[in-house]
Nanobody, 123 residues
Framework: QVQLVESGGGLVQAGDSLRLFCAAS????????MGWLRQAPGKEREFVAA????????LYADSVKGRFTISRDNAKNMVYLQMASLKPEDTAVYYCAANREYVTRSPGAYDYWGQGTQVTVSS
């Protein structure tokens, strides 16, 4: 099993920046891709960003490309999401997730999930 714990969410204004943290524990060696996904009220969970273990493969949703940056520190078992130029439509619960084998945009393909951290962007 892999345990994921997110932190760093909060209430910010449009245009602000925020950094999310994901601490991983357990059988980390059995996972490859780490991703961030989000779910806004009344909407389906959607992909935000993902990165493979080596960092060679990185994917972003079009809606966040150029504003968000995913990174990871394998030695510390940490994954980060740096968010800049935040917009009200970025308001959602942000989840850290892990896939055992490959980097993917599909929320249904992730094997492990954290509990989520709320990000609220006011206009």
């Amino acid at each position: 099993q892999v345990q994921l714990v997110e932190s760093g969410g909060g209430l910010v204004q449009a245009g602000d920046s925020l950094r999310l943290f994901c601490a991983a524990s357990g059988r980390i060696y059995a996972t490859d891709a780490m991703g961030w996904l989000r779910q806004a009220p009344g909407k389906e969970r959607e992909f935000v960003a993902a990165m493979g273990r080596s960092g060679a493969v990185t994917l972003y949703a079009d809606s966040v490309k150029g504003r968000f940056t995913i990174s990871r520190d394998n030695a510390k078992n940490m994954v980060y999401l740096q968010m800049a130029s935040l917009k009200p439509e970025d308001t959602a619960v942000y989840y850290c997730a892990a896939n055992r084998e490959y980097v993917t945009r599909s929320p249904g393909a992730y094997d492990y999930w954290g509990q989520g951290t709320q990000v609220t962007v006011s206009s």
